[in-house]
């Protein structure tokens, strides 16, 4: 599946103001293909093969300066994901809730400037449905 922006003077315009990273100016832009990897030149996944759900997750992982990060009540464990440490309280603690867990919100030592791009751009999303702590914007 291609995913294809057609760009017409007010959407340019639109997306441009919004973001000030990207500002094609004719035709059309083919940003990212489902099965290709990162567009981020300088990311190591760039020969990986993604889907909508593992750029997702890879994005989240990499190209986010703020990260959601849960940490076990019990035994201070931390995941980046909600789902393992739903599984950790089930496997170890014998309670499958994350309610044993604290969402934290930390700087991303693992960061790579994605610079021109967004998430919202690679996915297609309107700016307002953007995720939270989408701290990728340039003024």
């Excluded at 599984?87 to 994605?114: I, L």
Aim: proline share 5%; net charge positive.
């Amino acid at each position: 599946m291609i995913l294809i922006f057609p760009i017409s003077a007010a959407n340019a315009f639109n997306h441009a103001s919004y973001y000030n990273t990207f500002r094609p100016t004719t035709g059309t832009t083919a940003v990212w293909t489902q099965g290709s990897g990162c567009p981020v030149a300088s990311c190591a996944a760039a020969a990986c093969s993604f889907n909508k759900a593992t750029l997702r997750r890879h994005w989240i992982a990499t190209h986010r300066k703020v990260v959601t990060r849960y940490r076990c009540l019990k035994c201070q464990l931390t995941r980046k994901r909600r789902s393992d440490m739903i599984k950790h309280t089930s496997m170890r603690h014998g309670v499958a809730t994350a309610d044993f867990a604290k969402e934290e919100v930390s700087v991303n030592h693992q960061y790579q400037d994605p610079y021109p791009y967004t998430l919202e751009m690679l996915l297609g999303a309107k700016p307002e449905e953007a995720l939270p702590y989408e701290s990728n914007l340039r003024a």
